[in-house]
C-alpha cells in the first residue's frame, strides 16, 4: 500500500523496495561510498585506540561462528553481533559524519548494520550501496519530523531513529517480503533506545547507542522473519516513536516521507573534521581563526567569548563550570571550552592531543577564560554556525564568525580531505598495504560482486 493513507513504515518499505541505483543523483551516489569508507575509517581509528572495544570483545568471546566481519578481530561472526561491536567502534571516537537536520549521526548505525547483513547474505556491493542510500533517506526523515525535539527530552536520535535504518538495510539485504519488512519496523520500535545522560559525567555510554540500534535493527528482521508482528504506524501513532520520544505529529513525519525521491537527504550527510561534537566545530574553528588574526599567544588571552545557537547550549556548554574541567577524553568531545582551548594551545584537535591534554594545566586554565553567548544564526537550520571573541590582555577584541562548518555541504571537505582523514584513521590499525587496498574496493563498492571479500580486510590479518 503506497496511496496517501499508507503508514509511514510501508512508504518507506515501498520505495526503498523500488530504488533502483539509477535513480539516486550523482552527489549522493558519490558520497555514499565516501560516508562508508569514512564510518570505518572512524572505527579502525577506535580499534587502534582502544577506544569503544567492550562490545567487540564481547561479541569476540561469546558470540557464535558466522560470515560477517568484526572491525580489528580475526573472528568471523553472525550478522547482529558483528554490526553491535562494528557500530560501537565506529561511533566510539565521534569522528563520524552527521546529517543535521535529523540530528543523527546516521552513518554509524546504518552502516555496520549493512555491511554485516550483506556479508551474512553475500550480496554484491551494488546491493549494499542501494542499502545504505534507503537506509540513511529512512533514518533522516524520521528525525526530521521532530528536528531537535529527541535531544530536548534527553533522547539519542541516532539509536532511537537509527534503528529503523538498521531494520530497513537488513530486510533489503535479505530481501524479506515487503509486508514482513512492515512488521520488522514495527518491531524496531520496541527496540528503540538511548539517551544522553552520558554527556554530564564523561562517561562512553554514547556509543553503545549507535551498537544497540545497528543490533536490533537486524534483530527487528530476523524476528519478523520467523513471524513476529509490530504495529504498522509504529512511527506516527498515537503511541508512536515520534509522539513518545520527541512529541512531535504524523503530520510532520508524512510530509518529511513526501519528499523521497525528490530531496536527497545522503547528500547533506557532513562528515567531521575533529573527533568532536559537530556543534563546537564551527567555534572552535572561529576561535583559531580569531587568535590567528589577533597574532598573540593563548597565554595573551583575557577571554574568549564563544556564540553558539541555543540548541548546542546544554550539550556543549553547560553545566559550564563541569564542561570547563572536563575530566575524560569522552568529556572532551562533549565541552568546547576544552576542547577550543586543545585546539589554541597544542594546533590541532585530534584525538591523541585530546588524551595529551587532559591533565594540562594550561589547558583548563585557559577553558577557564571561555564564557558562551546565546546567538541566532541564519544558518543554524542547515548547518552548525558558531563564533568567537578573542579578548586580550590590554582590551583588544578580535571577533570571528564561520556561519556554516567545514564538511557541511555548503563548506564541504574535498573528497581528498575525506580520503586523508580515512588513511590516517587506518595506519594505526591495518598494514598500509591492506589499508589501501581497502580504500581502493570500498571506493569501487559498487563494482564488488560478493563484499565479504572487500570486508575481509578489516582484520589486521597475518
Known amino acids: 500500500m503506497t496511496g496517501p493513507a499508507a503508514t509511514a513504515s510501508a512508504r518507506l518499505v515501498a520505495w526503498a523496495g523500488q530504488l533502483r541505483l539509477a535513480d539516486v543523483p550523482a552527489p549522493a551516489d ?9 564510518t570505518i575509517g572512524c572505527g579502525l581509528a577506535a580499534s587502534a585506540s582502544g577506544v569503544a572495544t567492550a562490545a567487540r570483545d564481547l561479541v569476540r568471546d561469546r558470540a557464535a561462528a558466522g560470515d560477517c566481519s568484526l572491525i580489528g578481530g580475526h573472528r568471523r561472526v553472525a550478522a547482529a553481533p558483528a554490526a553491535f561491536a562494528n557500530a ?10 552527521t546529517h543535521r537536520g535529523a540530528s543523527a549521526h546516521i552513518s554509524a548505525v546504518v552502516v555496520p548494520a549493512a555491511v554485516a547483513a550483506a556479508e551474512a547474505h553475500a550480496r554484491s556491493g551494488a546491493d549494499l550501496l542501494r542499502a545504505v542510500v534507503a537506509a540513511t533517506e529512512a533514518t533522516a526523515r524520521i528525525g526530521l519530523s521532530a ?22 538495510a537488513a530486510a533489503g539485504l535479505e530481501a524479506l517480503p515487503p509486508g514482513r519488512t512492515v512488521h520488522a519496523l514495527g518491531v524496531a520500535g520496541s527496540m528503540a533506545a538511548g539517551i544522553l545522560e552520558c554527556l554530564d559525567d ?3 555510554a554514547k556509543p553503545v547507542n549507535a551498537a544497540v540500534a ?8 530476523e524476528l519478523a522473519r520467523y513471524g513476529a508482528t509490530g504495529p504498522r504506524r509504529v512511527l506516527e501513532g498515537r ?31 557532513a562528515p567531521k573534521p575533529y573527533p568532536v561534537c559537530h556543534l563546537m566545530h564551527a567555534a572552535v574553528d572561529a576561535a583559531a581563526a580569531a587568535l590567528d588574526a589577533s597574532g598573540a599567544a593563548p597565554d595573551r588571552v583575557a577571554e574568549i567569548v564563544v556564540g553558539v545557537p541555543p540548541a548546542a547550549v546544554p550539550i556543549v556548554l553547560e553545566p559550564l563550570a563541569e564542561k570547563r574541567v572536563a575530566r575524560t577524553a569522552y568529556h572532551v568531545k562533549f565541552s568546547l571550552p576544552v576542547a577550543l582551548a586543545i585546539r589554541l594551545l597544542r594546533g590541532r584537535l585530534d584525538h591523541a592531543a585530546i588524551e595529551d591534554a587532559l591533565g594540562d594545566p594550561a589547558v583548563h586554565a585557559l577553558a577557564r577564560r571561555v564564557r558562551y553567548e546565546v546567538a541566532e544564526f541564519p544558518t543554524a537550520r542547515d548547518a552548525f554556525p558558531g563564533r568567537a571573541e578573542v579578548v586580550l590582555a590590554g582590551g583588544r577584541r578580535f571577533p570571528a564568525e564561520v556561519p556554516v562548518q567545514r564538511g557541511a555541504p555548503a563548506h564541504p571537505m574535498t573528497d581528498r580531505q575525506v580520503l586523508e582523514k580515512f588513511r590516517g584513521n587506518a595506519s594505526g590499525a591495518l598494514p598500509a598495504a591492506r589499508s589501501r587496498e581497502l580504500e581502493e574496493r570500498i571506493l569501487a563498492i559498487e563494482r564488488e560482486p560478493d563484499v565479504r571479500d572487500v570486508f575481509a580486510l ?4 597475518s
Do not use: K
Open 458 to 461: 578489516l582484520s589486521p590479518g
Open 202 to 204: 564523561g562517561s562512553e
Open 147 to 168: 528536528p531537535g525535539r529527541f535531544q530536548a527530552r534527553g533522547f539519542h536520535p541516532t539509536s532511537v531513529c537509527g534503528v529503523f535504518g538498521a531494520a530497513l
Open 30 to 38: 558519490r558520497s555514499t561510498a565516501l560516508h562508508i569508507l569514512d
Open 88 to 97: 560501537m567502534l565506529c561511533h566510539g571516537l565521534d569522528y563520524d559524519d
Open 214 to 221: 545497528a543490533r536490533n535493527g537486524i534483530e527487528a528482521v
Open 239 to 269: 503511541f508512536g516513536v515520534v509522539a513518545a520520544f520527541a512529541g512531535g505529529s504524523g503530520e510532520a513525519l508524512a510530509a518529511a516521507v513526501d519528499t523521497l525521491g525528490t530531496v536527497w537527504e545522503t547528500a547533506r550527510i
